[in-house]
């Protein structure tokens, strides 16, 4: 009985702490990827040449954190319907 119990709390401690290490990695994608859109939109606003070379290069992150972002809301959508 004892060796259930405890096989039982350390599936549920396990799957919980999964789950906030995902809520957190989540919340740290959309934390960069405001930040990154901010610098593309305040060195996008110079005329400078090394503004326009920061505001392009940050394309580069921006791509990639979008579709994980789109990817976090299909998937909350999804917990909302179900």
Known sequence: MISTITVSTITAISSLSAQGLIGLLGGAVVVM???FLVVKELAGA???DTSLRISS???VPIVPLLLVF???VAVKVVEILS
């Open 70 to 72: 789109a990817a976090i």
């Open 57 to 59: 290069f940050t394309n």
């Open 46 to 48: 110079s005329t400078s």
């Open 33 to 35: 990827l405001i930040l």
